[in-house]
T-cell receptor, first 109, second 114 residues
Framework: GQNIDQPTEMTATEGAIVQINCTYQTSGFNGLFWYQQHAGEAPTFLSYNVLDGLEEKGRFSSFLSRSKGYSYLLLKELQMKDSASYLCAVQDSNYQLIWGAGTKLIIKP | DAMVIQNPRYQVTQFGKPVTLSCSQTLNHNVMYWYQQKSSQAPKLLFHYYDKDFNNEADTPDNFQSRRPNTSFCFLDIRSPGLGDAAMYLC?????????????FGPGTRLTVT
């Protein structure tokens, strides 16, 4: 079966750095997406990785290792507005998105 | 601004009473998706349209139907809502299928079934 695993919840301090991990087992791989979802709102696109390595975009970076079936989202200089759920989604061989349940990130002052 | 619009934002319906949720997009994207998302769960894909081609997920109940009369609009019909259908319904679009085409989401419709 296809499976995406992420921690359910994480807590971090404002101004700090946090890494949210995602491991996946899918039938085929055509890229991995990270989305941010604030409570009661729709997901918004953060990043896309299809090749191994680190993609940096401002305070957010995303890393992929295809051989390990592993990705992480790194958030630097945390702000209170970063409190949200972060969803990992993998595009399988049929280009369908397989979604994780999301990691709820709580930022404390 | 180009966007994905969903109406209504909140919908209350009675058990067994048909309900229609609507989605429109000004992005001129080929693909439109309907997802169901329950609290603290992953979005669950119900259907998607690639242009006019309808694709139903194998585990989408027959109670759920969809229509895409033109490129801009897509509707989700729930023929006989049950209590278990209470959820957030998300409409999304992408320029095309595959590769790096991210999905753009509407704000969602939160459905309550009484």
């Amino acid at each position: 079966g296809q499976n995406i695993d992420q921690p359910t919840e994480m807590t971090a301090t404002e101004g700090a750095i946090v890494q949210i991990n995602c491991t996946y087992q899918t039938s085929g791989f055509n890229g991995l997406f990270w989305y941010q979802q604030h409570a009661g709102e729709a997901p918004t696109f953060l990043s896309y990785n299809v090749l191994d390595g680190l993609e940096e975009k401002g305070r957010f970076s995303s890393f992929l290792s295809r051989s390990k079936g592993y990705s992480y989202l790194l958030l630097k200089e945390l702000q209170m507005k970063d409190s949200a759920s972060y969803l990992c989604a993998v595009q399988d061989s049929n280009y369908q998105l397989i979604w994780g349940a999301g990691t709820k990130l709580i930022i404390k002052p | 601004d180009a966007m994905v619009i969903q109406n209504p934002r909140y919908q209350v319906t009675q058990f067994g009473k048909p309900v229609t949720l609507s989605c429109s997009q000004t992005l001129n994207h080929n693909v439109m998706y309907w997802y169901q998302q329950k609290s603290s769960q992953a979005p669950k894909l119900l259907f998607h349209y690639y242009d006019k081609d309808f694709n139903n997920e194998a585990d989408t109940p027959d109670n759920f139907q969809s229509r895409r009369p033109n490129t801009s609009f897509c509707f989700l019909d729930i023929r006989s809502p049950g209590l278990g259908d209470a959820a957030m319904y998300l409409c999304a679009t992408s320029r095309d299928r595959g590769s790096s085409y991210e999905q753009y989401f509407g704000p969602g419709t939160r459905l309550t079934v009484t």
